[in-house]
């Protein structure tokens, strides 16, 4: 093993770094005192089914550093529940899934336990996690290039900038004060949990799909007294629950359905690109529409897998939708050409914490997560016409009303000459006025239910359809639209409708451009230039703060376990 681990990464076989992985899961569960858990190896799993060579062309990818693993596999200590960069296997809507057990509250307080935290040792460990996540897996392994840059890219920064024009302020003039008050705000992105917290849910127990813990960081809260709200209490889905009497015609999508027949010996096959792909096809349809839509595109959105998704000059987050490859498809979805594989990864150590009472819960990446990489799906149950008003902080609308009364997709789709008659047709019945989808993760969802809202949010939600063009078949995923650095809390933007009914327009976001920060007026009338400059002064920022609390002591325990091992 010494000698496996000493190799550079770019001359591991597959089966190679397998055993390195098996070797670092058993050194952390013997640190983490933890029980093994299952080892689920889709990718090896689908690797044997379909012969998959071990290909030397399947080069490592280098992570943001180019440091390899030779370099830091061997300081890797406690490793947190992600030891396993696959979640359960996803089914599609309406086919039997997964749904966790109902938590209650009794078997929540059971589990409730105060633990130590080492803020700058947890980020550290969840970065060497993220690393060895992508080069132990073979469908990420060579595919898959994870980048995070020590300056800020144009692109990112203009979309940043249009971001906040959309929600605050539009062709301002006035220079932003770089003051001390807004460095504070900046300075303060990064969530630093105390030193004590409260560990709520620890491992899989409840929601089994996934690795998250949640932790409650209410000073003074002790495990007999501590808060558990009803939030807490919900069934886990990694996919969407559609009622299969109620909604028969939406799942049976017959002759329409998109499916293909792609195969490969390797480990992903290139459905992306690959012009016979229906599926492909489809992507390729919706990008050419995306572009009629953004007339001020200068480029087009790609959907593939693992190609960033960067919304471009969008009016709207809502404009922007891809088609995917599917489990129902030859390549089984593991391909280049599903966005939502990614997804499936455990690449990405989030965690859910609650920092005061009023916002409730929140979720924080431990890992520097680049810009376009779609990190959460909204699961729940697919609703039709009213919601229980009850669950309406909860819900997100499938498809959205444009100013004609029709659903841009279903618009713009009408619009394509191209377009299956058929397909058209059903989809108009779908969207029939009055008729309104949403998914509601009240009583069922997943992690994405918790994602808090935010003046100057770091995600945006885009529509991937899988197999057809029904509410049934939409997905609904939160990309990120810049690079979220580790520690830093992840958030999307609720709408303006939101903040006024279910906010009252009291928004705890906590950020410079929010209405109720004193800095508001400022950044409201702040002209293109600053902003631009605002967005370069926090990233560069931020990368800093990650470069000296994680890159930096990488390299030092590097450094220092090398010469050791000499
Ligand atoms: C979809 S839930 C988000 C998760 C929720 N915090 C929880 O603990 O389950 C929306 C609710 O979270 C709270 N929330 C989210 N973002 C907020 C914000 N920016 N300001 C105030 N409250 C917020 C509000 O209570 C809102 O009704």
């Given at each position: 093993m010494k000698k496996l681990l000493s190799k550079d990464t770019k001359t591991l076989t597959m089966v190679q770094a397998e055993k390195i992985a098996a070797y670092l899961r058993i050194i952390a569960l013997k640190n983490g005192k933890r029980k093994p858990m299952p080892k689920i190896g889709i990718a090896k799993k689908w690797r044997k089914k379909n012969g998959a060579r071990e290909s030397s062309s399947e080069t490592s990818s280098e992570d943001s550093e180019g440091t390899s693993t030779k370099d830091w596999s061997n300081i890797i200590k406690a490793q947190p529940d992600g030891v396993t960069n696959k979640k359960e296997d996803r089914n599609g809507p309406g086919e039997t899934y997964g749904v966790g057990n109902l938590r209650t509250k009794?078997?929540?307080?059971?589990?409730?336990?105060?633990?130590?935290?080492?803020?700058?040792?947890?980020?550290?460990?969840?970065?060497?996690?993220?690393?060895?996540?992508?080069?132990?897996?073979?469908?990420?392994?060579?595919?898959?290039?994870?980048?995070?840059?020590?300056?800020?890219?144009?692109?990112?920064?203009?979309?940043?900038?249009?971001?906040?024009?959309?929600l605050v302020g539009k062709k301002g003039t006035l220079d932003i004060t770089f003051n001390e008050a807004l460095l504070k705000f900046i300075k303060n992105e990064r969530y630093i949990p105390p030193k004590q917290r409260l560990l709520m849910i620890g491992n899989k127990s409840f929601d089994w799909q996934t690795n998250v813990k949640v932790f409650s960081d209410i000073p003074k809260e002790i495990p007999a007294t501590a808060d558990i709200p009803n939030t807490m209490l919900y069934r886990y889905t990694n996919s969407l629950h559609v009622d299969k009497k109620k909604f028969k015609n939406l799942l049976d999508l017959g002759k329409t359905e998109v499916k293909c027949e792609c195969c490969h010996s390797g480990s992903i096959v290139p459905c992306w690109a690959n012009e016979k792909c229906p599926c492909y096809k489809q992507n390729v349809r919706l990008r050419g529409i995306q572009k009629i839509m953004n007339q001020m595109s200068h480029s087009r959105t790609n959907f593939s897998t693992f190609e960033p998704i960067y919304l471009r000059d969008n009016d709207s987050y809502f404009d922007t939708f891809g088609f995917a490859c599917s489990e129902s498809c030859g390549c089984k979805g593991r391909c280049t050409n599903n966005v939502t594989l990614l997804l499936e990864k455990d690449i990405y150590q989030l965690e859910v914490f609650r920092k005061n009472a009023n916002m409730g819960f929140g979720i924080r990446t431990n890992t520097a997560i680049p810009r376009g990489t779609p990190i959460l799906e909204f699961t729940g149950e697919l609703v039709q016409g009213k919601v229980p008003v009850a669950d309406g902080d909860y819900v997100y609308s499938v498809f959205q009303e444009a100013e004609n009364g029709e659903d841009l997709i279903s618009a713009t789709l009408m619009k394509d000459k191209k377009a299956n008659k058929k397909q058209v047709q059903e989809l108009k019945e779908h969207l029939a006025e009055g008729k309104e989808w949403f998914i509601n993760p009240k009583r069922i969802g997943n992690l994405a239910r918790t994602c808090c809202h935010s003046c100057e949010p770091n995600l945006s939600l885009v529509r991937v359809f899988q197999k057809g063009f029904t509410p049934a078949h939409c997905r609904l995923i939160l990309v990120t639209q810049e690079v979220v650095f580790p520690g830093v809390e992840l958030t999307f933007d609720y709408g303006a409708k939101y903040i006024e009914e279910h906010l009252k327009n009291n928004c705890l976001c906590g950020r410079a451009s929010c209405k109720s920060s004193p800095l508001y007026k400022m950044m409201d009338e702040a002209n293109e230039k600053s902003l631009e400059m605002y967005q370069t002064l926090r990233y560069h920022y931020r990368y800093n703060d990650f470069k000296t609390k994680v890159l930096d002591p990488i390299e030092a325990k590097v450094a220092a376990g090398t010469s050791h091992g000499e």
């Amino acid at each position: 093993m010494k000698k496996l681990l000493s190799k550079d990464t770019k001359t591991l076989t597959m089966v190679q770094a397998e055993k390195i992985a098996a070797y670092l899961r058993i050194i952390a569960l013997k640190n983490g005192k933890r029980k093994p858990m299952p080892k689920i190896g889709i990718a090896k799993k689908w690797r044997k089914k379909n012969g998959a060579r071990e290909s030397s062309s399947e080069t490592s990818s280098e992570d943001s550093e180019g440091t390899s693993t030779k370099d830091w596999s061997n300081i890797i200590k406690a490793q947190p529940d992600g030891v396993t960069n696959k979640k359960e296997d996803r089914n599609g809507p309406g086919e039997t899934y997964g749904v966790g057990n109902l938590r209650t509250k009794d078997s929540i307080r059971k589990d409730l336990k105060v633990v130590k935290w080492n803020e700058e040792e947890n980020l550290i460990q969840c970065e060497i996690q993220a690393r060895l996540a992508i080069q132990t897996d073979p469908e990420l392994r060579g595919f898959y290039k994870r980048k995070i840059d020590p300056r800020i890219h144009n692109g990112e920064m203009k979309t940043m900038v249009r971001i906040h024009q959309i929600l605050v302020g539009k062709k301002g003039t006035l220079d932003i004060t770089f003051n001390e008050a807004l460095l504070k705000f900046i300075k303060n992105e990064r969530y630093i949990p105390p030193k004590q917290r409260l560990l709520m849910i620890g491992n899989k127990s409840f929601d089994w799909q996934t690795n998250v813990k949640v932790f409650s960081d209410i000073p003074k809260e002790i495990p007999a007294t501590a808060d558990i709200p009803n939030t807490m209490l919900y069934r886990y889905t990694n996919s969407l629950h559609v009622d299969k009497k109620k909604f028969k015609n939406l799942l049976d999508l017959g002759k329409t359905e998109v499916k293909c027949e792609c195969c490969h010996s390797g480990s992903i096959v290139p459905c992306w690109a690959n012009e016979k792909c229906p599926c492909y096809k489809q992507n390729v349809r919706l990008r050419g529409i995306q572009k009629i839509m953004n007339q001020m595109s200068h480029s087009r959105t790609n959907f593939s897998t693992f190609e960033p998704i960067y919304l471009r000059d969008n009016d709207s987050y809502f404009d922007t939708f891809g088609f995917a490859c599917s489990e129902s498809c030859g390549c089984k979805g593991r391909c280049t050409n599903n966005v939502t594989l990614l997804l499936e990864k455990d690449i990405y150590q989030l965690e859910v914490f609650r920092k005061n009472a009023n916002m409730g819960f929140g979720i924080r990446t431990n890992t520097a997560i680049p810009r376009g990489t779609p990190i959460l799906e909204f699961t729940g149950e697919l609703v039709q016409g009213k919601v229980p008003v009850a669950d309406g902080d909860y819900v997100y609308s499938v498809f959205q009303e444009a100013e004609n009364g029709e659903d841009l997709i279903s618009a713009t789709l009408m619009k394509d000459k191209k377009a299956n008659k058929k397909q058209v047709q059903e989809l108009k019945e779908h969207l029939a006025e009055g008729k309104e989808w949403f998914i509601n993760p009240k009583r069922i969802g997943n992690l994405a239910r918790t994602c808090c809202h935010s003046c100057e949010p770091n995600l945006s939600l885009v529509r991937v359809f899988q197999k057809g063009f029904t509410p049934a078949h939409c997905r609904l995923i939160l990309v990120t639209q810049e690079v979220v650095f580790p520690g830093v809390e992840l958030t999307f933007d609720y709408g303006a409708k939101y903040i006024e009914e279910h906010l009252k327009n009291n928004c705890l976001c906590g950020r410079a451009s929010c209405k109720s920060s004193p800095l508001y007026k400022m950044m409201d009338e702040a002209n293109e230039k600053s902003l631009e400059m605002y967005q370069t002064l926090r990233y560069h920022y931020r990368y800093n703060d990650f470069k000296t609390k994680v890159l930096d002591p990488i390299e030092a325990k590097v450094a220092a376990g090398t010469s050791h091992g000499e």
